[in-house]
């Protein structure tokens, strides 16, 4: 085994000692109704396990190279357990500062193999995949790539990470365009985010919005067009129900 991997290793079963001492059934109780997917938890109280994250990031940013704190990340995500996913994300927006095409890479594989909750995979494409394309380390045309992955929450992310982008630099066009990209996906999660994204976008553009779903209205899962129109008026709402 490599120094790397010893090491990092360490570390890991530091934080799971820790995790299974602070765990807390009650905790995992209030919030598995929110996970219809599963919610594999320990149960640990927020602001002590942000205090400890804190700790264990400065520990690993004065010790560890980035190599070795991306195989932390990843065995964090290849645990199962929600808090040490958790971990590994707040880990990776810390490195912000050192994101490159080969992390975004990294990424993507993590969104394939580890990212299986609504949580973990909207936080991520707010707080790690928005800055991969907004510092243009990579472009909108290669992230768009995710939308024929196997993968439901890495097609998911596609979306979700537009919603940030179109509200903060209205790329209408290409909001549109990922929408239809994933207009008919056969997978729930990925109709809501193409439903928050379009949602996002009618804020922004709303006639170019509802020219798109009206067009889509008699193809399009009805969720997409249920959270798509939330915001228009009830009246208005009429014109996307299907012939």
Not at 47 to 62: M, S, Y
Not at 100 to 110: A, R, Y
Not at 121 to 143: G, N, P, R
Request: hydrophobic letters at 35%.
């Amino acid at each position: 085994m490599s120094n790397q991997r010893k090491l990092t290793q360490t570390l890991h079963q530091e934080i799971k000692k820790f995790l299974a001492k602070n765990a807390d059934d009650a905790i995992v109780k209030k919030y598995a109704r929110y996970f219809k997917e599963g919610y594999d938890a320990y149960g640990i109280d927020r602001e002590k396990l942000q205090k400890k994250t804190e700790e264990w990031f400065k520990l690993c940013k004065d010790n560890y190279t980035l190599k070795e704190i991306i195989i932390l990340c990843e065995n964090l995500l290849k645990s199962g357990k929600y808090e040490e996913k958790s971990i590994a994300i707040n880990f990776m927006i810390r490195l912000k500062d050192q994101y490159n095409k080969q992390l975004f890479n990294t990424m993507g594989k993590w969104f394939g193999r580890y990212i299986n909750n609504w949580a973990h995979c909207d936080w991520a494409c707010h707080d790690i995949l928005y800055y991969f394309i907004t510092d243009k380390i990579v472009s909108l045309k290669e992230f768009s790539e995710w939308t024929k992955s196997p993968y439901k929450w890495k097609r998911r992310a596609m979306p979700v990470t537009m919603v940030k982008v179109v509200s903060k630099q209205n790329k209408i066009k290409e909001s549109l365009t990922t929408a239809k990209q994933l207009i008919l996906d056969p997978e729930k999660v990925v109709h809501q985010g193409v439903g928050w994204l379009l949602r996002e976008t009618w804020k922004k553009a709303p006639k170019e919005v509802e020219d798109f779903l009206y067009r889509w209205k008699d193809k399009a899962p009805r969720l997409i067009i249920q959270y798509a129109t939330e915001k228009i008026p009830k009246e208005k709402r009429k014109r996307f129900r299907r012939s």
